[in-house]
């Protein structure tokens, strides 16, 4: 049976890719807005950057716990349909101040929905689908990080920055009512909707979150890959935001290299992809986890190896190579994710992630616009490389040391492993 005839996941796919597209849209337009429309400066750009990140580290992982005990469709309806009200709201607003609010809470009902997302697949995907599903939404998040971006930018130019809000707002619109087709469709099954329902009225909220961490704790492999992600992205966050410095520094009257060489890196992510959507399991982590690292470490790398009269073929092929690491470790850490973790505990593990992941998006850029300012962007590119060599070369350590010896994956809490569920 392929993964494209069970209905739930298509209608939830569809859902996912309106409203991934429409954020790209958004990303540039707030680029667009601020800089060339409204001429803020670097401290208005950083005030963003939180606004955008801050709510998930506040409320990532009372997202998670709620995404594991509510009902999901529910939950993404009301968080695509709440967005989508808070962007339209923002397509009026004439202030920054105003601009700050509006974000702050829409990233704040924003973290309800990645979990609900993630914990839902788990429960209407099968086992042997999980890989094609995990793909399939790497695919879509990589191609509208390079169409959006461009889509966003040309419908900019040509009209205003507001309108790729309001393009946004009926995504996130669009998404909600494809949720409504998601009818008589149960997240649990029988026994774990009584295993829930006790959960519900014995155990309190915070006994639930807890319940998360022990579960990360205790699973070695879901824990190590957790670890290898965080200390690979607070390494290459430090210099991910810092590129165009980079570019400015070796071509300076040459700005269109940028985005040349983000869609070599685009399209090394898709290439890769498309490739692992042809195969039924992943069951060496650690390898696909590692060669991710070491590809990424190579593109990072030769960034800051690069100077006047650099060769462009050059350039673009390691681009291209840090793209296929990109999508190795993207697919790779989604598909341990699913694989590892039980199914009624799927909400507060990626809440747990989403939480942590903000924090180092604000930190790690931080910390690297201060050490380029001190040390210059081409040696801590290079120091940014040797960093995630290191961390690849742990993973394929790991693999020998913790994720061979990975267990069985439990498919709940505590009851025995279930099919999924039948569309």
């Given at each position: 049976?392929?993964?494209?005839?069970?209905?739930?996941?298509?209608?939830?796919?569809?859902?996912?890719?309106?409203?991934?597209?429409?954020?790209?849209?958004?990303?540039?337009?707030?680029?667009?807005?601020?800089?060339?429309?409204?001429?803020?400066?670097?401290?208005?750009?950083s005030?963003?950057?939180?606004?955008?990140?801050?709510?998930?580290?506040?409320?990532?992982?009372?997202?998670?716990?709620?995404a594991?005990?509510?009902?999901?469709?529910?939950?993404?309806?009301?968080?695509?349909?709440?967005?989508?009200?808070?962007?339209?709201?923002?397509?009026?607003?004439?202030?920054?101040?105003?601009?700050?609010?509006?974000?702050?809470?829409r990233?704040?009902?924003?973290?309800?929905?990645?979990?609900?997302?993630?914990?839902?697949?788990?429960?209407?995907?099968?086992?042997?689908?999980?890989?094609?599903?995990?793909?399939?939404?790497?695919?879509?998040?990589q191609?509208?990080?390079?169409?959006?971006?461009?889509?966003?930018?040309?419908?900019?130019?040509?009209?205003?920055?507001?309108w790729?809000?309001?393009?946004?707002?009926?995504?996130?619109?669009?998404?909600?009512?494809?949720?409504?087709t998601?009818?008589?469709?149960?997240?649990?099954?029988?026994?774990?909707?009584e295993?829930?329902?006790?959960?519900?009225?014995?155990?309190?909220?915070?006994?639930?979150?807890?319940?998360?961490?022990?579960?990360?704790?205790?699973?070695?492999?879901?824990?190590?890959?957790?670890?290898?992600?965080?200390?690979a992205?607070?390494?290459?966050?430090?210099?991910?935001?810092?590129?165009?410095?980079?570019?400015?520094?070796?071509?300076?009257?040459?700005?269109?290299?940028?985005?040349?060489?983000?869609?070599f890196?685009?399209?090394?992510?898709?290439?890769?992809?498309?490739?692992?959507?042809?195969?039924?399991?992943?069951?060496?982590?650690?390898?696909?986890?590692?060669?991710?690292?070491?590809?990424?470490?190579v593109?990072?790398?030769?960034?800051?190896?690069?100077?006047?009269?650099?060769?462009?073929?050059?350039?673009?092929?390691?681009?291209?190579?840090?793209?296929?690491?990109?999508?190795?470790?993207?697919?790779?850490?989604?598909?341990?994710?699913?694989?590892?973790?039980?199914?009624?505990?799927?909400g507060?593990?990626?809440?747990?992630?989403?939480?942590?992941?903000?924090?180092?998006?604000?930190?790690?850029?931080?910390?690297?616009?201060?050490l380029?300012?001190?040390?210059?962007?081409?040696?801590?590119?290079?120091?940014?490389?040797?960093?995630l060599?290191?961390?690849?070369?742990?993973?394929?350590?790991?693999?020998?040391?913790?994720?061979?010896?990975?267990?069985?994956?439990?498919?709940?809490?505590?009851?025995?492993?279930?099919k999924?569920?039948?569309?």
């Amino acid at each position: 049976m392929s993964i494209w005839q069970n209905k739930v996941f298509k209608r939830l796919f569809a859902a996912y890719a309106l409203s991934t597209l429409g954020d790209y849209f958004d990303s540039i337009a707030m680029s667009i807005l601020l800089v060339y429309r409204w001429h803020t400066g670097a401290m208005s750009l950083s005030l963003i950057l939180l606004a955008y990140a801050v709510p998930g580290i506040l409320f990532g992982q009372l997202g998670g716990v709620l995404a594991d005990r509510w009902n999901k469709v529910r939950l993404m309806f009301g968080s695509d349909l709440l967005r989508g009200g808070l962007t339209v709201a923002m397509f009026f607003t004439p202030s920054l101040t105003g601009l700050l609010c509006l974000i702050a809470l829409r990233s704040v009902v924003g973290v309800f929905n990645a979990p609900a997302q993630a914990a839902l697949t788990r429960h209407v995907v099968a086992d042997e689908h999980l890989l094609k599903a995990s793909t399939y939404n790497g695919l879509v998040l990589q191609l509208s990080k390079v169409l959006g971006p461009l889509a966003g930018a040309s419908l900019a130019s040509a009209f205003s920055p507001q309108w790729c809000l309001l393009i946004n707002a009926l995504t996130f619109i669009g998404s909600a009512f494809i949720l409504l087709t998601v009818r008589r469709v149960s997240d649990l099954e029988k026994g774990e909707v009584e295993q829930a329902e006790s959960v519900r009225t014995t155990r309190n909220w915070i006994v639930s979150w807890q319940e998360g961490w022990q579960i990360l704790y205790r699973n070695r492999p879901l824990l190590c890959g957790l670890i290898l992600s965080l200390t690979a992205g607070f390494t290459f966050l430090l210099v991910d935001f810092q590129g165009a410095i980079k570019f400015r520094e070796v071509a300076p009257d040459d700005p269109k290299l940028v985005g040349l060489y983000l869609s070599f890196v685009g399209a090394g992510s898709v290439a890769i992809i498309v490739f692992l959507n042809r195969l039924k399991d992943i069951n060496r982590y650690g390898l696909m986890l590692g060669s991710g690292y070491l590809l990424l470490a190579v593109g990072f790398g030769n960034m800051g190896l690069i100077g006047p009269g650099f060769s462009l073929p050059l350039l673009l092929a390691t681009g291209f190579i840090g793209g296929i690491g990109n999508g190795l470790i993207s697919i790779g850490f989604s598909y341990l994710l699913q694989k590892e973790t039980p199914k009624a505990a799927i909400g507060r593990v990626m809440g747990i992630l989403n939480s942590l992941s903000s924090l180092a998006t604000i930190i790690s850029p931080l910390c690297g616009g201060a050490l380029i300012e001190r040390f210059g962007p081409s040696l801590i590119f290079q120091g940014v490389g040797v960093g995630l060599l290191l961390v690849g070369v742990l993973a394929l350590l790991a693999q020998k040391w913790v994720f061979a010896r990975q267990s069985t994956r439990p498919a709940s809490l505590s009851a025995p492993p279930r099919k999924a569920l039948k569309p």
